[in-house]
Every structure is written in C-alpha cells, then in structure tokens.
C-alpha cells in the first residue's frame, strides 16, 4: 500500500468514539440493562493475544474469565488460527442434512475417544443451550420408542440452583430465579432436588463424616417420580452459573448409582466443566463414571467459534433405528449443524490437548498452587477445585 493509500485507509476506520455511539443506537446485549449501559463507556475489543484481549485504544486486559469459560489456550494460538485458515480454503459450510463432512466425521472419532467410555455417537448444534436441548428430546424420545411400556417418562430432575442455558427447554430445567421466573408461564413442570453446598451447608453437617446425607432428598425424588423421570440432568463437579458451588467427591458416582437403579437416564452438562476446565478432560473423569448424554459446547472450539455436541451411548441411538416410515426418526437439526469451520477448529484443540501442549499435565501445578491460594483446605473435596484451563502465552 502507498502512504497516501495508508493514510486514507486508517482515517476510513470508524473512531472509538464513532463505534462506541453506533453501539448505543444499534446494538442490545445480552444479560445487560441496556439503559445504564448506554450510560458507561464501553470496552471496544479489537485484539487479542495469548491471554490479554486490547481494546480499540490498544490497552491491554487480562481475559481473566476467559471470555466466560470458553478459551482454552489463548487468543491468536498458532495452531487453532491455522486450523482454521486451512478449512477456510476448502469450504466455511455447507448442510449435514443428507451430507457430511471430513472435519465433522474425524471430531466425532475423537470426541469419543476421549469420551467417558460407553458414549459412542455425536450428535452436533451450536450451543450449550442447544446442546442440552438436545439431549433432553432425545431422553423422552428413547423412552417412548425404547420402553413404550414404561409409560410416559416426560419430565426430568434438576437441582436447584442449575444453569443449563436460555433456551426454553434448558431454562426449564434451570433455577436461578432472576433468570428464570419470567418465563414460568413457558416452561414444563420439573422435579428439584437441593444440591450439595459443602461451604454453606444447609444441613449444617461436615463433609465426609455427614457421609453425604444430601443424597437422601435425591433418593427421595428418585423414588417418588422415577415413572415420569425421563432423566436427571446435572452439571457435574461443579454447578457454575450458581456461583461455583462443588460437589463433595462420591458425591457424582452416587448419582450415577441412583439414576440406573431408578431407570432414569442420566445428563451430564459438561458444558462448563468439559475440556479441561476442572483439571480433566471431563469432569466425569474424576468420578470414573459415564452418563447417558453428554452436552459439551463452551472449551469444544477452544473458544474460537460457536460449536456443540451432545453424546450418546449405543443403548439410545439403537432406540431410534427403524425404517423412515416407522418415524423414529430424531427430527432435530439446525442450519449450521457439523459446520466445518468449527470442526476443524475442534480438531486442532484437541490436538494442542494431547500432542503439542500436555495440557492436561500442565494444568495440574497451576491447580495446586490456586488452590492452597485461594480455597480454604478444609472443604476441598480430593479433586481439589476447578481452575481456568491453561494458557498459551503470546509474543506479547
Ligand atoms: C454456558 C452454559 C450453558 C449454555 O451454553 P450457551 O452456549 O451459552 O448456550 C449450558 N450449561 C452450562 C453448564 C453452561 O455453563
């Protein structure tokens, strides 16, 4: 570019202050009052790099949230952007309605993989509301398909407290009232259970000699409405949208117990927890047990694009075999299901997981030393606390 050319491209770019008032006149974010927000100054992210994100004035800002639980290994990861430019050249997206895809098809071999075993298949969409969506449809489905016999199974246990996204069915299945209440008169009625809260016992017991005496509420609910339970969905490890609230350890591997012994299908919401964010790839893992469904959405892209999945076992997907005039057919899809931008991207952080980072290795220094900084030792259940997945450091 000449200079002239250089200068007339720089004074085209829209000025801070130019951006910051098209914000107020066009723009309605989420979860924002939009009336005090047009009364701050808002932070214009342009860049990022490694673990900062720099605004339009080019300061720079510890993305100490990691962009709310979805960036995994930094901003502008070598890895991941190349990933990313390479499937750009070949296509950006094209339906998985009747037609599949190289990335898509090796992610789902990889994601099982490295799933809990006795999950076996994939299905794609957008989102972590998506995502769990999904998985609940899928559980009523299989019931009326599998065990027809069973009655109808068409609702489902939650904790209290539980954050499974925005989407009518997943805000069902949710409790944090601010959210939440407004909508009642859209949402189907759900089974809630308390959820264990060791720091602020309700029970005002301590953990192990309470030997979980939480459980026994769950067990009750089980018992009660286990005909009508399609399944019981729970964040596991960690309930994170309520303010990170952990599960003392057992506690995970005895909801597993309950849910086979009441025939009720178990979901794991994975979409906070998964991809390394308590300290193994799934949370599950630290509990050594397999849910019927698995929703992972927020780590899966390494928080580079919107991509989600919900895992199944072959138990389920069996019970939606038939031929196309049987209609057991899941008719659920989106426009951008196994889009391969997002695959690809997938592909690589998984790859940066196993061969090029050891994150999972790294991770574990990095949670000792959070853990005796900030949380009080009593408490920590055996796998310690959860911990923002680790970082590539930028040129920066
Ligand atoms: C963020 C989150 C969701 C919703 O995911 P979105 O991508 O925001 O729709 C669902 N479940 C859990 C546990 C989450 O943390």
Same mark, same amino acid.
Request: hydrophobic residues 45%; aromatic residues 8%; glycine residues 8%.
């Given at each position: 570019m000449t200079h002239d050319?250089?200068?007339?491209?720089?004074a085209q770019?829209?000025?801070?202050?130019?951006?910051?008032?098209?914000?107020?006149r066009y723009l309605w974010h989420p979860f924002t009052q939009m009336q005090e927000w047009a009364q701050e100054e808002p932070l214009i992210i342009e860049r990022g790099k490694g673990s900062y994100l720099i605004d339009t004035e080019g300061r720079k800002y510890l993305d100490g949230t990691s962009s709310i639980w979805v960036n995994l290994h930094g901003h502008q990861h070598p890895v991941l952007n190349r990933a990313l430019k390479t499937q750009l050249? *070949?296509?950006?997206?094209?339906?998985?309605?009747?037609?599949?895809?190289?990335?898509?098809?090796?992610?789902?071999?990889?994601?099982?993989?490295? &799933?809990? *075993?006795?999950?076996?298949?994939?299905?794609?969409?957008d989102n972590g509301s998506t995502a769990v969506e999904i998985a609940l449809k899928m559980a009523v489905q299989y019931w009326q398909q599998r065990h027809p016999e069973a009655?109808?199974?068409?609702?489902?246990?939650?904790?209290?407290? &539980?954050?499974?996204?925005?989407?009518?069915?997943?805000?069902?299945?949710?409790?944090?009232?601010?959210?939440h209440s407004r909508f009642k008169p859209l949402l189907f009625p759900t089974v809630e259970a308390e959820p264990p809260h060791c720091y602020r016992c309700p029970l005002q017991l301590t953990y192990p000699s309470c030997r979980m005496a939480c459980l026994e509420p769950i067990e009750k &609910?089980? *018992?009660?409405?286990?005909?009508?339970?399609?399944?019981?969905?729970?964040?596991?490890?960690?309930?994170?949208?309520?303010?990170?609230?952990?599960?003392?350890?057992?506690?995970?591997?005895?909801?597993?117990?309950?849910?086979? *012994?009441?025939?009720?299908?178990?979901?794991?919401d994975e979409v906070a927890t998964g991809f390394g964010r308590t300290g193994k790839m799934f949370a599950c893992e630290h509990e050594n047990i397999a849910p019927d469904l698995m929703?992972?959405?927020?780590?899966?892209?390494?928080?580079?694009?919107?991509?989600?999945?919900?895992?199944t076992t072959d138990e389920i997907y069996r019970g939606f075999l038939g031929t196309y005039d049987e209609f057991k057919t899941?008719?659920?899809?989106?426009?951008?299901?196994?889009?391969?931008?997002?695959?690809?991207?997938?592909?690589?952080?998984?790859?940066?997981?196993?061969?090029?980072?050891?994150?999972? &290795?790294?991770?574990?220094?990095?949670?000792?030393?959070?853990?005796?900084?900030?949380?009080?030792?009593?408490?920590?259940?055996?796998?310690?606390?959860?911990?923002?997945?680790?970082?590539?450091?930028?040129?920066?």
């Open positions: 050319a250089c200068l007339r491209a720089m770019r829209p000025s801070t202050r130019q951006l910051i008032n098209w914000d107020r050249d *070949k296509i950006a997206h094209s339906t998985f309605l009747g037609l599949t895809n190289p990335p898509a098809i090796e992610l789902a071999r990889e994601l099982i993989r490295i &799933a809990p *075993k006795g999950l076996t298949r994939v299905f794609y969409s009655g109808p199974k068409n609702t489902f246990l939650h904790l209290k407290l &539980a954050y499974h996204g925005d989407t009518i069915g997943a805000v069902s299945v949710g409790n944090i009232a601010i959210f &609910a089980l *018992k009660s409405h286990h005909r009508e339970l399609a399944g019981f969905i729970i964040e596991p490890l960690m309930q994170a949208a309520a303010g990170m609230i952990p599960q003392p350890a057992g506690y995970l591997k005895h909801i597993r117990e309950l849910c086979t *012994k009441y025939d009720v299908l178990l979901i794991a929703a992972v959405s927020k780590g899966l892209t390494g928080g580079y694009m919107p991509l989600a999945a919900t895992l899941f008719f659920h899809g989106h426009s951008f299901t196994g889009n391969p931008l997002g695959c690809a991207l997938a592909l690589a952080n998984l790859d940066i997981f196993k061969n090029r980072n050891n994150t999972e &290795a790294r991770l574990q220094p990095k949670i000792k030393l959070l853990a005796r900084s900030f949380v009080h030792s009593s408490i920590l259940p055996t796998w310690e606390t959860s911990v923002s997945a680790d970082s590539w450091q930028g040129s920066n």
